[in-house]
């Protein structure tokens, strides 16, 4: 089973900050996710990518799969990316061809104006 | 249009009670999930399943079971309701097992 750790727990940052929020796991994998949980509780996918680099408007995640960690970059932060973001990783079960995401602790990230 | 929809968003109910959540998507994906949030808000697979059939079961109390009808549909029902039990579960969807995955607004169950 994969473990995952993520780092920061908590990040409090300005209003125009660059953010990084890393995530390490312990098996090798395909992909990894990003999750974005909203004050209000509503999970959106953010990214899943599975080598190198992917930018969304002010986003952007990495990977290395050879030291098995990614990052989350945010680029000049606002109040409204404050939310918990997830890293998780899939376990693939070969009995069942089914797969399951082990999902990091969450950063708390707070984006003060 | 709604891809995943939960329904009710809130559930308060006693101690022993019979519940259940309802889990739609109209996003034409095979898999769908079941995960719970405990109060420290980390996420845990509980099911999943692949064109209706059962591919991953957690380590769950059997008093949760859950029925797929249809491929659109995942629905959890949970047994005797205990105090434990209250949690946020979210049900989500992919277009089959390892890809990307789009998650409901959440049911916040509360057991009394």
């Known amino acids: 089973k994969n473990e995952v750790e993520q780092s920061p727990q908590n990040l409090t940052a300005q209003e125009g900050e660059f953010i990084t929020i890393n995530c390490s796991y312990s098996v090798g994998i395909s992909a990894l996710h990003w999750l974005q949980q909203h004050p209000g509780g509503g999970i959106v996918s953010l990214f899943m990518l599975s080598s190198g680099k992917k930018k969304h408007g002010r986003l952007i995640a990495t990977i290395n799969i050879q030291e098995k960690h990614s990052s989350l970059h945010i680029t000049a932060s606002h109040p409204r990316d404050s939310a918990v973001y997830i890293c998780?990783?899939?376990?693939?079960?070969?009995?069942?061809?089914?797969?399951?995401?082990?999902f990091g602790e969450g950063t708390q990230l707070t984006v003060n104006p | 249009d709604t891809a995943v929809s939960q329904t009710p968003k809130y559930l308060v109910t006693q101690m022993g009670n019979d519940k259940s959540i309802k889990c739609e998507q109209n996003l034409g994906h095979d898999t769908m999930y079941w995960y719970k949030q405990d109060s420290k808000k980390f996420l845990k697979i509980m099911f999943s399943y692949n064109n209706k059939e059962l591919i991953i079961n957690e380590t769950v109390p059997n008093r949760f079971s859950p029925k797929s009808p249809d491929k659109a549909h995942l629905n959890l029902h949970i047994n005797s309701l205990e105090l434990g039990d209250s949690a946020v579960y979210f049900c989500?969807?992919?277009?089959?097992?390892?890809?990307?995955?789009?998650f409901g607004p959440g049911t916040r169950l509360t057991v009394l």
């Open positions: 998780a990783v899939p376990d693939y079960l070969l009995e069942t061809s089914g797969s399951r995401l082990t």
């Open positions: 989500a969807s992919s277009q089959d097992p390892g890809n990307e995955q789009f």
